[in-house]
């Protein structure tokens, strides 16, 4: 049976490791994900964007680098809730431009981050969840995380205009852009079999 590599993009609150679960359950694929509580800086990064910024965004990157560059050495097809590009396309880039991380760190960042592009495995296919603002904010605010009590929706909301922009470029494999809002795929089977049969078509055609 093929291998495939697949990866799911989306803003925070998007329902990345939601879908990720679905997805790894209904294909027999290997899940990966993003070990949020696992990064120390993140907390002391709420609190001081401009302090530690590039140390939390080298932790995220460090941490997905690892994952894409172990995906050869698992049996089976492997989905990670978060990918690599959106590290460097999205985050760093808006820490950046609003002032939370400085040139240096910034031009120190994107050059590891364009370095090991080039190096790295490129997914068989990239799932990107675009949704609103509303939607996002409402689900952030649901699930009472202490370190996301912070965000705001005008810092969503830039964020957002950075996922389209890059969205719109982007080349690296087969694209399936779904609206959360649009599927119930925890409690609706055939809103997950919908969502399952336009991935099989990608993968496959």
Do not use: C
């Not at 997805?23 to 990064?39: G, M, R, T």
Request: hydrophobic fraction near 35%.
């Amino acid at each position: 049976m093929k291998k495939y590599f697949v990866t799911i993009a989306g803003n925070i609150g998007a329902g990345k490791t939601t879908l990720t679960d679905v997805l790894a359950k209904h294909f027999s694929w290997h899940p990966l994900y993003e070990s949020v509580n696992d990064n120390p800086y993140l907390s002391n990064f709420y609190d001081d964007m401009e302090k530690w910024a590039f140390h939390s965004q080298v932790y995220f990157l460090t941490q997905k680098v690892k994952f894409s560059h172990n995906v050869s050495k698992y049996d089976k097809s492997i989905i990670i809730d978060r990918t690599f590009y959106e590290d460097g396309e999205i985050f760093a880039r808006n820490l950046h431009e609003i002032g939370k991380m400085n040139d240096t760190d910034y031009t120190t960042y994107m050059n590891l981050y364009y370095l090991l592009t080039d190096f790295l495995p490129k997914p068989n296919l990239m799932i990107y969840m675009r949704t609103d603002i509303d939607f996002l904010y409402n689900r952030i605010m649901n699930r009472s995380r202490n370190y996301e009590n912070s965000i705001s929706k005008e810092y969503l909301l830039q964020l957002n205009n950075y996922y389209e922009d890059w969205i719109q470029k982007y080349k690296e494999s087969k694209l399936l852009i779904i609206n959360p809002k649009d599927y119930d795929y925890l409690n609706n089977r055939e809103h997950l079999n919908s969502i399952a049969e336009q991935i099989k078509f990608l993968l496959e055609t």
